[in-house]
């Protein structure tokens, strides 16, 4: 049964930065693709980031593209989420989740089987 567990979100001013993580376990992850959505009150989950466990291609969001960056580290089962000149519409629940395959550009979150629990990200103005 595959597991995945947030860590690394909080409270940060505007311009500042935070990097999140996500430790995976439960299988071989080589043939998925993990990716990191968040959530707003009053919106739906939107795409943030995906990477390919099996080569490293990767894929972003235009509205975080140049400010985030994902990573993986195969011999730890975690990804990060590496955020920087953060704004106040970054705020969110930030959460990842993992699908089967190796195309990171397919990024609806109905292709996602499994989820982690999600951790805050809040940025002040």
């Known amino acids: 049964q595959v597991q995945l567990v947030e860590s690394g979100g909080g409270l940060v001013q505007a311009g500042g930065s935070l990097r999140l993580s996500c430790a995976a376990s439960?299988?071989?992850?080589?043939?998925?693709?993990m990716g990191w959505f968040r959530q707003a009150p009053g919106n739906e989950r939107e795409f943030v980031s995906a990477?390919?466990?099996?080569?490293?291609?990767?894929v972003y969001a235009n509205s975080v593209k140049g400010r985030f960056t994902i990573s993986r580290d195969n011999a730890k089962n975690t990804v990060y989420l590496q955020m920087n000149s953060l704004k106040p519409e970054d705020t969110a629940v930030y959460y990842c989740?993992?699908?089967?395959?190796?195309?990171?550009?397919?990024?609806?979150?109905?292709?996602?089987?499994?989820w982690g629990q999600g951790t805050q990200v809040t940025v002040s103005s």
């Open positions: 990477i390919s466990w099996t080569d490293g291609s990767t």
């Open positions: 989740a993992v699908r089967r395959g190796t195309i990171v550009l397919r990024t609806a979150p109905s292709l996602f089987g499994s």
């Open positions: 439960g299988r071989t992850f080589s043939g998925y693709v």
